[in-house]
């Protein structure tokens, strides 16, 4: 069985197994419907026996669903992530007939990473990436976990070609973008983005550091969709700061949240508007007696939390980030090229292409460390830094505070 969209007894069959497996109810009924090794691979996933679901691919085995390949596939790499089987086995699981050739990519991406083997791992992640996308898109609900970030993955040379090939043009046209008329203060400006419902719950927060470090920055906020009396309060609420607007009917709504701060921050950039650009979530608390300093010392180009871990969509945080100079500017504009690229405003549902804007931060970071000796344009001028780094604090960070006690403590409007 491979995935078809189109066939609604196959979606059905998959749909229940998803949630099977990661554990919501399911009447018995449609339990009992599963193939039999669907519902044994499905169920035992649930219950966390990665074990009994890799056991099986030591011997020979006929040619298995696309679903059960992932979920036996997943339940190996979380085998090998706590060394419980060594890398080489993984190798051999993969080797063995009937894996789907983008799983096989994916899992080959992985490995690769690990490796430090970036180039060859943003290779396969490439690769995997159309069947990945529609395993995703028709699935998404349910593929909850890393393998996400594939819908976003590009190779290094791709990447290479569209830093090349960047146009302002092209991105004015996929994002208008509509801003206050107003000359610069500062040399430096400060921007978050949100939609409605992130204004309404974080504006307290956001006022209450907001508001000092427009002593020292321009302050931009990024309306996504706002009603004309939202857009009022924003401006009653945040007097001190500047405002964008943008009005789209994107699906693929989640994603695009976390890429507005760096569109609005390449257009500020051009023709010098600012020499430095900060870039964060709006659900943080800026540390005003470490701000100064911070921006005052920052390095030329960009500079972001990274460090590499299992995945490069996950290794970098677009929480805090930071851009500088003509480095700095041609970087977003690169960065702006990747989203022009990668984007699907079409896909729709919940989070199927997150961590695009992480996935560019960790390409960048790749470059500038020498990952890919062929870059042949100018130098990537990228620091990777430690969260503590940053004059922020973030919800968990502080005795494990969710969003919500994190507001209580330190809002103050």
């Known amino acids: ?53 890799v056991a099986p691919l030591q011997e020979d085995v006929s040619a298995l669903d696309d679903m059960v390949w992932y979920l036996r596939l997943e339940s190996a790499l979380a085998m090998l992530f706590r060394k419980q089987i060594r890398p080489a086995q993984f190798l051999a699981l993969l080797a063995r007939p009937g894996v ?32 990945v996308e529609n395993m995703v898109v028709q699935y998404g609900r349910y593929v909850d976990g ?25 991105t004015d046209a996929l994002f208008p973008y509509i801003l206050d008329i107003k000359p610069a203060d500062h040399d430096c400006c400060h921007i978050i983005g949100c939609d409605e419902g992130y204004w309404l719950k974080y504006r307290d927060l956001f006022v209450t550091w907001a508001k000092p470090l427009s002593q020292l920055v321009d302050i931009w906020i990024n309306c996504t969709n706002f009603s004309d009396e939202m857009i009022a309060d924003v401006r009653q609420r945040a007097p001190f700061a500047r405002v964008s607007l943008d009005f789209n009917d994107f699906a693929n709504k989640m994603p695009y949240y976390t890429m507005t701060r760096f569109i609005l921050a390449e ?100 470059v500038a460390a020498g990952a890919y000796p062929q870059w042949k344009l100018e130098p990537v001028c990228f620091t990777p830094l430690e969260r503590s780094s940053f004059p922020i604090l973030i919800p968990g960070q502080r005795g494990g505070l969710s969003k919500e006690d994190f507001v209580a403590r330190y809002a103050q409007v």
């Open 267 to 366: 257009k500020l950039a051009r023709g010098g508007r600012y020499d430095r650009l900060v870039c964060t979530d709006i659900d943080i608390l800026v540390q005003e007696d470490r701000y100064g300093d911070f921006i005052a010392a920052a390095p030329p180009g960009g500079s972001a939390i990274y460090s590499r871990g299992r995945f490069p969509w996950r290794s970098s945080a677009a929480v805090f980030s930071m851009w500088r100079g003509e480095e700095g500017r041609r970087l977003l504009r690169w960065l702006l090229a990747y989203y022009c690229d990668a984007y699907r405003p079409e896909i729709s549902g919940h989070n199927r292409q997150w961590w695009i804007d992480q996935y560019i931060l960790s390409i960048l970071a790749e």
């Open 146 to 170: 890393s393998i996400r970030g594939v819908v976003s993955a590009r190779s290094f040379e791709e990447f290479e070609q569209l830093a090349e090939h960047a146009s302002d043009a092209r």
């Open 1 to 53: 069985m491979t995935l078809n969209r189109d066939d609604p007894t196959e979606n059905g069959l998959l749909d229940t197994a998803f949630k099977l497996a990661h554990g919501h109810d399911v009447p018995e009924a449609d339990a009992a419907a599963l193939p039999e090794e669907l519902r044994e691979v499905a169920m035992a996933y649930a219950a966390g026996d990665h074990a009994a679901n």
């Open 100 to 131: 789907p050739p983008y799983l096989l990519n994916y899992y080959r991406g992985i490995g690769r990473y690990g490796q430090g083997r970036v180039q060859q791992a943003l290779h396969y992640f490439s690769k995997a990436r159309p069947g």
